[in-house]
């Protein structure tokens, strides 16, 4: 499926399924032994850890130790006995997954954000509900029977959750098997729920912390009230009692007419959004250790590359150029750039053939920097 036919016939709108009939496709992703290390270290804590089994509330005193700390063989036992095991935000610590997010953050100009489920055999972690952003679920190991329900409210903002006390998942509106390989889009506000086969399920939520065309008018607000010392004002002394009173209307009605005015003549404020877009999901810190030992046995014959992972952005200003990789910005005399270009440009290249802006030995300082901070590797 191209991406166009995900964005016009999916996106926002329906459930989508790929099925690829490879069980490994996800393996380099996560693996459970990478689990264990997390959740035997005993350093993580709830909520980086918790513990959740369909209507059982496990409180999370179950399994944690005097220090708060999550207790891998409390945990564990839970798990045995048909808990869920939810590790969050694992893009904070696994590089493959930080990747991952970042990929996706480019693709969908959003925030993104992972949650991993290990769901022991024939068990439910989460009663039916909705989700308040999108989820593509990717299914690293066994199997899970997903139910997709009628949508109550169609693309439910952050504020907008399932509450089970007063919404109800109505019919099943499809039923399918993601297996091993397979992933699944769901968008935001379609209920869905899940249960494992008679195997161990792995799987990856990656959750689309999305930006909505409310969130952009709230910092349009903002930004008019910057401007604007009545909309800055304070509400009137008593308010809470002045619902009716005409003059309070029409004080409304003034800054609401004063709001639009500012909102149609100032630019749309995507600016402020699309800073808070890049987050650092430490891709570029993996291999650190690696690459700094390798850093000083370059020599001019070396052959290197930019990392594919490392989103590359090149910045010139006056006498000094710059090279941004995420969030992570490194400044450099302006003199290096037609190498930095260079190395943009080639697959790979010999670290001697870099143009003779800088002299051989610059170039070997330039290489070792720019290794030293993620950004190039050794070429394979």
């Known amino acids: 499926m191209t991406p166009d036919e995900f964005h016009s016939k999916h996106y926002e709108k329906s459930v989508c399924l790929i099925r690829r009939g490879n069980p490994s496709y996800f393996s380099e992703l996560l693996s459970i032994d990478q689990l264990d290390?997390?959740?035997?270290?005993?350093?993580?804590?709830?909520?980086?850890?918790?513990?959740?089994?369909?209507?059982?509330?496990?409180?999370?005193?179950e399994y944690l130790d005097s220090d708060d700390r999550v207790d891998p063989i409390r945990a564990t036992r839970l798990f045995r006995q048909g808990a869920t095991i939810i590790f969050t935000h694992l893009h904070q610590r696994l590089p493959s997954l930080g990747r991952l997010c970042e990929g996706l953050g480019r693709r969908f100009a959003s925030r993104m954000q992972t949650n991993i489920y290990l769901t022991p055999p024939s068990?439910?972690?989460?009663?039916?509900?909705?989700?308040?952003?999108?989820?593509?679920?990717?299914?690293?190991?066994?199997?899970?029977?997903?139910?997709?329900?009628?949508?109550?409210?169609?693309?439910?903002?952050?504020?907008?959750?399932?509450?089970?006390?007063?919404?109800?998942?109505?019919?099943?509106?499809?039923?399918?098997?993601?297996?091993?390989?397979?992933?699944?889009?769901?968008?935001?506000?379609?209920?869905?729920?899940?249960?494992?086969?008679?195997?161990?399920?792995?799987?990856?939520t990656t959750g689309l912390i999305a930006y909505t065309w409310a969130d952009l008018l709230l910092q349009a607000v903002v930004a008019a009230g910057m401007d604007d010392v009545k909309l800055r004002e304070n509400l009137p002394m008593g308010w809470p009692g002045m619902a009716d009173d005409p003059q309070l209307a029409r004080e409304y009605q003034s800054r609401v007419a004063s709001l639009i005015t500012h909102m149609t003549s100032a630019p749309?404020?995507?600016?402020?959004?699309?800073?808070?877009?890049?987050?650092?999901?430490?891709?570029?810190?993996?291999?650190?250790?690696?690459?700094?030992?390798?850093?000083?046995?370059?020599?001019?014959?070396?052959?290197?590359?930019?990392?594919?992972?490392?989103?590359?952005?090149?910045?010139?200003?006056?006498?000094?150029?710059s090279i941004r990789c995420g969030t992570k910005e490194f400044e450099m005399p302006a003199a290096v750039l037609p190498a930095l270009r260079f190395l943009e440009e080639r697959a790979r290249c010999a670290v001697g053939e870099l143009p003779d802006c800088i002299d051989d030995e610059s170039k070997l300082v330039l290489v070792r920097r720019l290794m030293a901070e993620g950004i190039v590797d050794h070429a394979r």
């Open 268 to 321: 749309p404020p995507f600016g402020v959004l699309s800073d808070n877009l890049t987050e650092d999901y430490n891709s570029l810190s993996s291999g650190l250790l690696k690459r700094a030992i390798q850093a000083n046995e370059l020599t001019l014959s070396s052959v290197v590359r930019i990392r594919g992972d490392a989103e590359s952005q090149l910045a010139e200003s006056g006498e000094r150029c």
């Open 37 to 61: 290390r997390v959740l035997t270290t005993g350093l993580a804590k709830y909520p980086e850890i918790s513990l959740v089994q369909n209507e059982k509330n496990i409180r999370s005193q």
């Open 123 to 204: 068990a439910q972690g989460f009663a039916p509900h909705w989700d308040t952003h999108d989820v593509f679920i990717l299914q690293v190991a066994g199997t899970k029977r997903w139910s997709i329900y009628d949508t109550k409210i169609p693309l439910p903002l952050r504020g907008q959750h399932f509450d089970r006390t007063v919404h109800t998942p109505g019919d099943v509106t499809m039923e399918f098997d993601l297996e091993a390989g397979d992933v699944v889009y769901i968008p935001r506000g379609a209920i869905h729920s899940a249960k494992s086969s008679t195997d161990v399920s792995l799987h990856i």
